[in-house]
């Protein structure tokens, strides 16, 4: 079992001083599935001049203690899981599934890790740091099918996601001034993806309090992020968090429970 902290972006992105400052890149950035289907695509692209290598692995995604856990799994694999692109090059990479869901939504990570270049025999590495890159893709499967956005309904463009199985709480840090901890409780059968949320007080002025991507909550689970930069409590009470849901084009209240003193 493989503990990892929060995820930082939609396609989780960590260095490590390893080789040559990577070019991959990596479309789409998230992967859905309905169980009737058995395999979808992944472009890994090389913008660099020199040749990439890489190796593609999946994971079972959870969450317990709000934590996100990664574990092993057959239910899904890649192929091929590992890899070369020549500069300026396109690697298709296919996403198999081998074990569809019974019910509900099932949360996958694809692990794809670049690997460092062979030195010859006899030659030391470059000095310096030097990065290798890995991106994080979440791969979610529905046993059932969900209705979606598309082009064909223009109606569900400008709807925004329902958040009536959200339970959140802003609990005030009781040393740390202006800081809170959020918990949010999906009692969904889809996971919540929470992005670009902000204080909105009485008079509408916005105080950022995560830019980007805070995280996800799968389906039936419990997440808790710190916030900071809060106003005073009085200022709470008069005002709104919001954010952006899932891919939502705009954004919309969270339905949060404040407890500050």
Known sequence: MQRLASFLL????????????????????????????RAQGLWLRNSGNTPIHAQIRVSRWSQDNSQDILDPTRDIVASPPILSIEPHAEQLVRIVLLQPPLEGEQAYRMIIDEL?????????????????LRYSVPVFVNAAQSATKTENNPDSAASLTDLRSIQATLKADPIAKHTATLV?????T?????????????????TPLAKGLLGYVLAQRQMAWTLHGLPVPAAMRNGKIEGKFNDDPQPQALPVMVNFP
Do not use: C, H, M
């Open 184 to 188: 949010v409780l999906n009692t969904g």
């Open 190 to 206: 889809r996971r919540i993806k929470i992005s670009e949320l902000a204080f909105v007080d009485a008079q509408g002025v916005r």
């Open 116 to 132: 460092p270049d062979a030195l010859p025999s006899g030659a030391s590495a470059s000095p310096g740091l030097n990065f290798l």
């Open 10 to 37: 939609a396609a989780w992105i960590v260095y490590t001083p390893l080789a040559f400052a990577s070019s991959l890149q990596v479309s789409p950035t998230i992967v859905e599935l309905q169980a009737s289907e």
